[in-house]
T-cell receptor
Framework: RKEVEQDPGPFNVPEGATVAFNCTYSNSASQSFFWYRQDCRKEPKLLMS???SGNEDGRFTAQLNRASQYISLLIRDSKLSDSATYLC????????????FGPGTRLSVLP | DADVTQTPRNRITKTGKRIMLECSQTKGHDRMYWYRQDPGLGLRLIYYSFDVKDINKGEISDGYSVSRQAQAKFSLSLESAIPNQTALYFC??????????????FGPGTRLTVL
């Protein structure tokens, strides 16, 4: 089993739609969690950290369920500019040497 | 100007050649990383360094070596390139910062093709 798994996608949604991505991780000792965004042929960039209580940043909401080892990202009112690949990232510790990246879920927002 | 830069951005080489990829950063971070990305796979860690002269193997270090010459520079070498090292290579930096955050900042990537 891979350490971090994500919905394979691609997700093709119309503008204005709400879309949710799921991610599961295998190591129950994982300490911190992130969603990164990667545009085609570009570098990944941090979208948001994921906190135990859940957190929201504008149209984006991240949830963490430690018991189920599950992370989600919800995007409301999708924009064309949201088209990208979304990477789920798990840090096995807080010392910065054990980042594990999921394979990513590609989103295309259609006009 | 970009905070994390990589050179070259694209490179085509032949099997058996020695290749060096360079990474420089102006963020003042101590921690630097080299990853490779292949289609359908997540980024995989090759090597990381938490300070000058500190070198640690990652998940897939075989066939690679690194050098941390200064806080701002971290280079990756392929001693004898082989075709399955064809990939997109990213350098990244991080700073512990606030507990639990530990954001990584990536360079623009180097696309390497080994024929």
């Amino acid at each position: 089993r891979k350490e971090v798994e994500q919905d394979p996608g691609p997700f093709n949604v119309p503008e204005g739609a709400t879309v949710a991505f799921n991610c599961t991780y295998s190591n129950s000792a994982s300490q911190s969690f992130f969603w990164y965004r990667q545009d085609c042929r570009k570098e990944p960039k941090l979208l948001m950290s994921v906190y135990s209580s859940g957190n929201e940043d504008g149209r984006f909401t991240a949830q963490l369920n430690r018991a189920s080892q599950y992370i989600s990202l919800l995007i409301r009112d999708s924009k064309l500019s949201d088209s990208a690949t979304y990477l789920c990232v798990v840090n096995l510790d807080n010392y910065g040497q054990n980042f594990v990246f999921g394979p990513g879920t590609r989103l295309s927002v259609l006009p | 100007d970009a905070d994390v830069t990589q050179t070259p951005r694209n490179r085509i080489t032949k099997t058996g050649k020695r290749i060096m990829l360079e990474c420089s950063q102006t963020k003042g971070h101590d921690r630097m990383y080299w990853y490779r990305q292949d289609p359908g796979l997540g980024l995989r860690l090759i090597y990381y360094s938490f300070d000058v002269k500190d070198i640690n193997k990652g998940e897939i270090s075989d066939g690679y070596s690194v050098s941390r010459q200064a806080q701002a520079k971290f280079s990756l070498s392929l001693e004898s390139a082989i075709p399955n090292q064809t990939a997109l290579y990213f350098c990244a930096t991080s700073d512990p910062g606030l507990a639990g955050v530990n954001e990584q900042f990536f360079g623009p990537g180097t696309r390497l093709t080994v024929l």
